[in-house]
């Protein structure tokens, strides 16, 4: 499958960014956008610094994630200006002086020390909207975040230019190279850690670049649903792999998930087939003009549909939605946004004035509320899972006649499901972005 080349698409890309920074400048009475790229953190009693993470305000604008100590400057009606760090440090690798498509749209100087951003920042701060975290000061340059400001700017940045679409798919592409491999791995027997490092091997990234820990689970270990312990030692049999992990395209993430039963023949496979068509459908309903909270409640429907056509449930799907027994065994979100971040800004936002959509009551864990709309990017991931303390508490709050308690103890080992896809929303029908990627591996 191609994907297209994202750098045609920078200069448009900018030009939004630009004019969204100054409708949030005036929205905040401010002169000038200043955002740093954030320093590293020491540990605690140590000499040594914890991996350096981007600020996502900064790598919207460039592609650049190593480069700590470094600052855009943007006022409108000039050119953005980048200011980049290029230490004296034969510590460590040096980044290379900044090239490639995107520098002919900036006005770049380069620093040897980070104190010698001061002069080529604005000459008053109080005139600025910072954006970033406190590490960042540097003089007066304080980050403050002006709540205007940031509402705004992240509240747009649910629309997703041409652009970011472009390296939202490259990612897809390296992310389900990974899951191949991994796939491969648990089906030879390999343990939690060496399915992680076949992952990413094939992925060419490690923790510090991957947007996220991944989770590896075989068995029991399905129903964590944030498992990353990694096992070194494959269970004895293996009898199911869920994994979730992502990759990073030019500070975009991918997040996907699949699960596997080792047995092809079984009825964990039957289970699983059913929650992947159920997924299926449930993106293609990621249309404009839909609620994110109403394809959740019905996600809970179908799931408690499938669980009762496999005998796991004794009550309609209504019953067990109202009851809250569906949220024993799907007890997350439906799904979030996603980009610059794996779990992207503004999931509940009214407006870009601020304001917050709140979840349903009884869904704790939805990290979406909006009403859907075209080039918003989003996860769909619903799951069925077999997890012990859930399930006690289910058996002790009376609604444990609902449950045929055989047939979770014979589904219990497995652990559980999760299928998980990105979705952009159009103008028209779903865009999936991950399984076409799949279909062309």
Known sequence: MSVTDPAPLYADHLRVLMQRAGTALERGGLDHLVIPSGTQHAKLFD??????????????????????????????????KLIFLQPFDYWHAVPDAPSGWWV?????????????????????AARCAILGEPQSTLGAFAPNNPEAVVQYLEYHRSYKTPYEVA?????????????????AAFRAGASEFAIHMAYCAAVGQ??????YGNIIALNEHCAVLHYTELGRTAPAPSRSFLIDAGADAGGYAADITRTYATDTG????????????????????????????????DAHLTLAGIL?????????????????????????????????????????????????IERPQGHPYL???????PGMVVTIEPGLYFVDMLLEELRGNGHADAVNWSRVDAFRPYGGIRIEDEVLCTEGEADNLTRPVFAAA
């Open 104 to 124: 002919a749209h900036f006005d770049i100087h380069i620093i040897r020390t980070p104190d010698q951003a001061l002069p080529l920042l604005p000459g008053d």
């Open 167 to 183: 390296l939202m798919r490259q990612a897809q592409q390296l992310a389900v190279r990974g899951h191949r491999a991994a796939e």
């Open 47 to 80: 000499d040594q610094a914890y991996p350096f993470f981007v600020n996502p305000q900064f790598k919207a604008w460039l592609p650049l994630l190593r480069v700590p100590h470094s600052w855009i400057v943007y006022t409108p009606g000039q050119r953005p």
């Open 266 to 297: 079984s009825e964990f496979q039957a289970l699983i087939d059913a929650v992947d068509q159920a997924q299926q459908g449930m993106c293609r309903a990621v249309r404009a003009g839909t609620d994110y909270r109403q394809l959740h409640i």
């Open 206 to 211: 490690d923790a510090n670049d991957l947007p």
């Open 308 to 356: 009762r056509d496999f005998d796991v449930l004794k009550v309609s799907p209504e019953a067990a939605l109202a009851s809250g027994v569906s949220a024993a065994f799907f007890p997350h979100g439906l799904g979030h946004p996603i980009g610059l971040q794996v779990h992207d800004v503004a999931g509940f936002a009214a407006s870009d004035h601020g304001g917050r």
């Open 367 to 373: 990290r979406m509320t909006r009403v859907l709309e």
